[in-house]
T-cell receptor, first 112, second 114 residues
Framework: DQQVKQNSPSLSVQEGRISILNCDYT??????FLWYKKYPAEGPTFLIS?????DKNEDGRFTVFLNKSAKHLSLHIVPSQPGDSAVYFC???????????FGPGTSLSVIP | DGGITQSPKYLFRKEGQNVTLSCEQN?????MYWYRQDPGQGLRLIYY???????QKGDIAEGYSVSREKKESFPLTVTSAQKNPTAFYLC?????????????FGSGTQLSVL
């Protein structure tokens, strides 16, 4: 059973508009949530993270929101740029050392 | 520059053959991981190692084997028992006590069956 879910396999957004990528999780023991960005034939790269004690973390054009009661987080990209076109993975882990669990990913296309 | 190097970038396996994927890191990270990526399934954990000479099975370890004789190296062998080996394989490393546990990934190896 998937502990980290990304229900939208793909998303298309016009350049300059907001991209919203969603992620749901089932394990209430997760303490950290991370977003990774992946281009084809390359390894994922870390984008942004959020601790479970926060509800928002911002880094430039990227903001992650966490709703613990709903077990839901989202990544907002504003404004979206063509270079943002990639697969975005949501991931989660616990405070003590544990494996990182990845969602299936959402493929974002930003249309010029 | 510090980083993770995976080789080869492309690999072909014949029926009944074992193949080994290389992963080397010079980040001085204790923990290393192997993930497999299939279309639409995200990243699934095969094996991970927190320290030299120790490793644990991930979610899909059957048909794979690993070794961790050196801190810098974590090779993955895809054995003939793995019946569906075609996938993109990713190696990653991290400092296990870091929070959040930010993984650093290599550029991957695409394995295909001839």
């Amino acid at each position: 059973d998937q502990q980290v879910k990304q229900n939208s396999p793909s998303l298309s957004v016009q350049e300059g508009r907001i991209s919203i990528l969603n992620c749901d999780y089932t394990n209430s023991m997760f303490d950290y949530f991370l977003w990774y960005k992946k281009y084809p034939a390359e390894g994922p790269t870390f984008l942004i993270s959020i601790s479970s004690i926060k509800d928002k973390n911002e880094d430039g054009r990227f903001t992650v929101f966490l709703n613990k009661s709903a077990k839901h987080l989202s990544l907002h990209i504003v404004p979206s740029q063509p270079g943002d076109s990639a697969v975005y993975f949501c991931a989660a882990s616990g405070t003590s050392y544990d494996k990182v669990i990845f969602g299936p990913g959402t493929s974002l296309s930003v249309i010029p | 520059d510090g980083g993770i190097t995976q080789s080869p970038k492309y690999l072909f396996r014949k029926e009944g053959q074992n193949v080994t994927l290389s992963c080397e890191q010079n980040l001085n990270h204790d923990a290393m991981y192997w993930y497999r990526q299939d279309p639409g399934q995200g990243l699934r954990l095969i094996y991970y190692s927190q320290i030299v000479n120790d490793f644990q099975k991930g979610d899909i370890a059957e048909g794979y084997s690993v070794s961790r004789e050196k801190k810098e190296s974590f090779p993955l062998t895809v054995t003939s028992a793995q019946k569906n080996p075609t996938a993109f394989y990713l190696c990653a490393s991290t400092i296990p006590t870091a929070a959040p546990e930010k993984l650093f990934f290599g550029s991957g190896t695409q394995l295909s069956v001839l």
